[in-house]
Every structure is written in structure tokens, then in C-alpha cells.
């Protein structure tokens, strides 16, 4: 399992100290799994965020949204530019 994905997540809104408040799930209890888990994510995986009605996951989207929100140059401001970025993510 790569454990370093959720971390990148992580890592980026710390960055950008975003009002995220960080929720430990325990994968070996299963918790992924639960209703609730499941609720926002439906793969069951992490890392994963929940903001209203927006539901996402994969590190990556969750890293975008944050930089956009925050408005930092993370997440450019030109179409070019957020092709390039997602193009090095992907």
C-alpha cells in the first residue's frame, strides 16, 4: 500500500494553513469502510475531504481545490498553467 499519497494532501494544507480540520482514519480497523467513510468517499480510500457539499478524494484534486482556495500559487492562475501542473501531477 502507498502510504505517501494522503501525506501529499496533508503536507499542502499545512503549506497553506488551511482551516482543514485532519481526521485519523485506522485502516486496520477498517474504518475506510464505514457509512460515514463511504459517504464522502465511496472507493473507500484516503485521503479524502469533505467541504460542505463538495466531497473529494485523491491527493491530487484535494491538493488543487486547497491551492485554488487559498489562492496561492500552487494552483496558477492561467489555463497553461493549470494544464502544466496537472499534466507534472498526473
Not at 4 to 9: D, F, H, L, Q, Y
Not at 17 to 36: H, W
Request: aromatic fraction near 6%.
Amino acid at each position: 500500500m502507498r502510504r505517501s499519497t494522503p501525506r501529499k494532501a496533508c503536507a499542502v494544507a499545512r503549506h497553506l494553513n488551511s482551516p482543514v480540520e485532519f481526521k485519523r482514519i485506522d485502516l486496520s480497523k477498517g474504518e475506510q469502510k464505514s457509512p460515514q467513510f463511504l459517504a464522502i468517499n465511496p472507493n473507500g480510500k484516503v485521503p479524502a475531504l469533505h467541504n460542505g457539499a463538495l466531497k473529494l478524494w485523491e491527493a491530487n484534486a484535494i491538493m488543487c481545490y486547497l491551492a485554488k482556495a487559498a489562492g496561492s500559487e500552487l494552483w496558477p492562475s492561467d489555463t497553461a498553467g493549470q494544464i502544466d501542473l496537472l499534466r507534472w501531477l498526473s
